[in-house]
């Protein structure tokens, strides 16, 4: 069955620092995978998308890695602030289906 | 822009009573979706609609849950009865789908079911 694994349930790190944050999939050819942030109570809001074809995306302090043949994702913040500290969700989708799937998401706390 | 607003934010209710959550999603999004989010789980799609279709309800419970989607507007979920596993956050997310094909979703801040 399709599974979608989060490195890690809770990652903290020193403010300033790169925060590295793994999603990795078995089972699936995704045609997209999506980066979305969740703080508590909150709904999920969505950061960064990048396709099966393109390897890096940046947004800001942002970048998104997408490696088919390891099937990961790599989503990194650089010069981390306490304000990045939410939950990080990672979520696929097969080309040609709409469907979104999410992991199960990684806790993130940046410490001042 | 308003986002996609949902109501209640809170509901407390007795096992085996009815229930019904309501979305209101971004003016001219044409896709809404319904996901079901356990604590520390991401969220879990019910049901997708585009316009007043529902495309995909594969993993709407439909002997206990329903939805609608009146006019391609706005949209109820409702469960009857509900039980104790029930309790989560519902939430209910928009997304114009637009010519590139995968568009991102915008979220509601979801409806805290508590079964008691």
């Known amino acids: 069955s399709q599974k979608i694994e989060q490195n890690s349930e809770a990652l903290n790190i020193q403010e300033g620092k790169t925060a590295t944050l793994t999603c990795n999939y078995t089972n699936y050819s995704p045609a997209y995978l999506q980066w979305y942030r969740q703080d508590p109570g909150r709904g999920p809001v969505f950061l960064l998308l990048?396709?099966?074809?393109?390897k890096e995306k940046r947004k800001e302090r942002l970048k998104v890695t997408f490696d088919t043949t390891l099937k990961q994702s790599l989503f990194h913040i650089t010069a981390s602030q306490p304000a990045d500290s939410a939950t990080y969700l990672c979520a696929l989708s097969n080309f040609g289906n709409e469907k979104l799937t999410f992991g199960t998401g990684t806790r993130l706390t940046i410490i001042p | 822009e308003a986002g996609v607003v949902q109501s209640p934010r809170y509901k407390i209710i007795e096992k085996k009573q009815p229930v019904a959550f309501w979305c209101n999603p971004i003016s001219g999004h044409n896709t809404l979706y319904w996901y079901l989010q356990n604590l520390g789980q991401g969220p879990e799609l019910l049901i997708r609609y585009e316009n007043e279709e529902a495309v995909d309800d594969s993993q709407l419970p439909k002997d206990r849950f329903s939805a609608e989607r009146l006019k391609g507007v706005d949209s109820t979920l409702k469960i009857q009865p509900a039980e104790l596993g029930d309790s989560a956050v519902y939430l209910c997310?928009?997304?114009?789908?637009?010519?590139?094909?995968?568009?991102?979703?915008?979220f509601g801040p979801g409806t805290r079911l508590t079964v008691l």
């Open positions: 997310a928009s997304s114009f789908r637009g010519t590139s094909g995968r568009d991102e979703q915008f």
């Open positions: 990048i396709r099966e074809n393109e």
